[in-house]
């Protein structure tokens, strides 16, 4: 379909009015364990563990290039456009034999309430829709995590629903509200909800 496609092409650097979305670096992992391992982060998410063990973030800053070749996961690190630190984190599961991907972010707690991750959401779907051929792109947030969600509504994202108890997370289970957006969707969308503004 599109170059970005080919086994040999190089993850993308995407650039926003703030942001760069960039491959992490192993030189990020410090900034990595002390962002995510935030307990206000760690606890709205599903795979982030709290404590942050050392050297997981270095594990998994590695598996990021290999996911990219077998075309399994993009992931990006969110960057100040001005200073290159580190913001957050951006990714799609990709699922390209049904040209489908879920995205998943998380932003760090000294960021947070900036408009960040709606920035980069945005981005990241023009990669997924231009870039990739995609024609789902859906995400899911813990419901007692509403703020996730008003991101999904202000890229355009339509609520399809809550999962009930579909994750276990420590001693509980979650309920899960999922959102998506189609290719044809975004594209008939207002250029207010396509920019990185």
């Known amino acids: 379909m599109t170059r970005l496609l080919d086994a040999d092409a190089p993850r993308p650097v ?13 030189s990020d992992a ?4 002390r962002l995510a391992g935030a307990f206000e982060v760690a ?16 594990q998994w800053i590695a598996t990021h290039q290999p996911s990219w070749e077998a075309r399994t996961l993009a992931t990006f690190a969110i960057t100040d456009c001005e200073t290159n630190a580190l ?8 699922a390209m ?22 920035e980069a959401v945005r981005a990241v779907l023009a990669f997924g829709f231009d870039g990739l051929g995609l024609h789902r ?4 947030h813990l419901t007692r995590n509403p703020p996730s969600g008003r991101v999904m509504q202000k890229v355009g994202m339509s609520f399809e629903g809550v999962q009930r108890g579909a994750f276990l997370k420590g001693d ?17 969308g207002s250029p207010p909800t396509r920019s990185a503004s």
């Open 30 to 33: 410090r900034d990595v364990q």
């Open 87 to 94: 913001r957050g984190a951006i990714g799609l599961m990709l």
């Open 43 to 58: 606890d709205t998410t599903l795979t982030i563990p709290h404590p942050y063990p050392d050297g997981a973030a270095e």
């Open 14 to 26: 995407m650039r926003t009015e703030r942001l760069v979305l960039r491959p992490f670096e192993l």
């Open 97 to 118: 034999p049904h040209l489908r991907a879920e995205i998943g972010y998380w932003v760090g707690v000294p960021y947070w309430n900036r408009g960040y991750c709606t």
């Open 137 to 140: 792109i859906e995400a899911r």
């Open 172 to 188: 509980g289970f979650e309920d899960v509200a999922t959102y998506a957006i189609l290719e044809g969707e975004w594209r008939a």
